[in-house]
């Protein structure tokens, strides 16, 4: 069962992902320096940050199961509170170092922090749920 919940946990993270770049996907892609075609889309477009992403969300969801099963932490309540902690005070700070010293600008690490967050609430949700 423990298998699945990740599988499933992974997924709904990048369920999550994908409606939350749907929705941001002009100011990112602005904040980002995405070179865009004639249509506005990306250019050179590749299938593989989709699926990096994917494996990305498998590996996310695995360690936060680790953790949860140590810290003992079950139920929804929980694991939304424990997953929104990872996202907001490991995983955005990373960001937030990384796209500093690359001289990003700052709307780009709240859009991705915000993501980080928000995603690992969901994780961890779906994780102390089963």
Known sequence: ????????AAAAGWGFGAIWYMTLAEPWMNAAGI???????????????????????VLVAGMMRHIFALSEIDGFGMGLVAGLGIGLFFIAPWIMINNAYAGRPFKLTLIDGGYATFGCAVIGAVLALF
């Open 35 to 57: 070179e865009r075609d004639e249509n506005g889309k990306p250019k050179g477009e590749s299938a593989l940050p989709y699926i990096l992403s994917a494996i990305a969300m």
């Open 1 to 8: 069962m423990g298998f699945l919940s990740v599988i499933i």
